[in-house]
């Protein structure tokens, strides 16, 4: 099946430091989600996004939906341990109730 | 009810032999969708129900899975003979009908020897 690309494909950082990760797609979509999964569990949402070239906030993490509607990215501020973690992107056609395309994700590690 | 559960989170299976997978949603949610991730990729979609009704299945669906949702609430997911490549999370997810997002639940390991 189809799945979006992100980059990078995982990341080692040390604590404290920021993080930006990329979500891009051939097609448009109308709703970027983020999400992070953690291992042996489900994905769990952590920002929404509903508008060409909206900016969402939520604590430390920051995401905004590109302008052609193809892309997403995510940036995560003064990272913290339990940052650590699989990071995905998700576009929707419809307005919340459509099935999901996933992004490959982006590994998080936190270098002690 | 604080969230989407799944039974069983664990099954390993021999070749060969059927499993059954059930997710109950958060209450109220009346669209409930299934995916299916292997590892080190993201989630592909596998079909959703709209209440009882079974609304889009994926090519990734064969014919050897079945999945329901009898009264619109609980959903079960059915693989019949599986196969090595069956092995995968299966996650089920649910949200309800208008502007809304999905939650997913923890998600059933399916290891097939």
């Known amino acids: 099946g189809q799945q979006l690309n992100q980059s990078p494909q995982s990341m080692f950082i040390q604590e404290g430091e920021d993080v930006s990760m990329n979500c891009t797609s051939s097609?448009?979509?109308?709703?970027w989600l983020w999400y992070k999964q953690d291992p042996g569990e489900g994905p769990v949402l952590l920002i929404a996004?509903?508008?060409?070239?909206e900016l969402t906030s939520n604590g430390r993490l920051t995401a905004q939906f590109g302008i052609t509607r193809k892309d997403s990215f995510l940036n995560i501020s003064a990272s913290i341990p339990s940052d650590v973690g699989i990071y995905f992107c998700?576009?929707?056609?419809?307005?919340?109730?459509?099935?999901?395309?996933f992004g490959t994700g982006t590994r998080l590690t936190i270098i002690p | 009810d604080t969230g989407v559960s799944q039974d069983p989170r664990h099954k390993i299976t021999k070749r060969g032999q059927n499993v059954t997978f059930r997710c109950d949603p958060i209450s109220e949610h009346n669209r409930l969708y299934w995916y299916r991730q292997t590892l080190g990729q993201g989630p592909e979609f596998l079909t959703y129900?709209?209440?009882?009704?079974?609304?889009?299945k994926s090519r990734l669906l064969s014919d050897r899975f079945s999945a329901e949702r009898p009264k619109g609430s609980f959903s079960t997911l059915e693989i019949q003979r599986t196969e090595q490549g069956d092995s995968a999370m299966y996650l089920c997810a649910s949200t309800i009908q208008g502007p809304d997002t999905q939650y997913f639940g923890p998600g059933t390991r399916l290891t097939v020897l």
């Open positions: 097609s448009i979509f109308n709703t």
């Open positions: 129900f709209q209440n009882e009704a079974q609304l889009e």
């Open positions: 996004l509903y508008k060409a070239g």
């Open positions: 998700a576009g929707q056609t419809n307005f919340g109730n459509e099935k999901l395309t």
